[in-house]
């Protein structure tokens, strides 16, 4: 049974940071890539960064380049996301991900809902202007 438990989330003004964690368990870890994905009210889920197995490559939705850092440790089967100068806009529900497949993939499957196919509950993130 895959499990994915994320925490760190809360609220937070604008320019300030939060760091954001995932536990894994039920799967080799160390295997598969990651990725964050957040859904804001009313709007529909998105890609946000991503990570290869080895967390060797790192990957970014535009709007979070240079604010954010996806990182991992494969040892704790965990899975970070530093956020830094936030902004109101990134108000949403934070979700982490586990590939559906082991190894590598094309950014655009990166980038894509249905390439992962275990869910954390999610975690609020809340900006203030």
Do not use: H
């Not at 499990?3 to 760091?19: C, D, I, N, T």
């Not at 870890?29 to 804001?40: C, E, K, P, T």
């Not at 890609?47 to 240079?66: E, L, Q």
């Not at 980038?111 to 999610?122: N, T």
Request: overall charge positive.
């Amino acid at each position: 049974q895959v499990q994915l438990v994320e925490s760190g989330g809360g609220f937070v003004q604008a320019g300030g940071s939060l760091r954001l964690s995932c536990a894994a368990s039920g799967r080799t870890f160390s295997s598969y890539r990651m990725g964050w994905f957040r859904q804001a009210p009313g709007k529909e889920r998105v890609f946000v960064a991503g990570i290869s197995s080895s967390g060797g490559n790192t990957y970014y939705a535009d709007s979070v380049k240079g604010r954010f850092t996806i990182s991992r440790d494969n040892a704790k089967n965990t899975v970070y996301l530093q956020m830094s100068t936030l902004k109101p806009e990134d108000t949403a529900v934070y979700y982490c991900a586990v590939a559906r497949y082991p190894g590598m993939a094309t950014l655009q499957a990166i980038r894509d809902m249905q390439s992962y196919d275990y869910w954390g509950q999610g975690t609020q993130v809340t900006v203030s202007s």
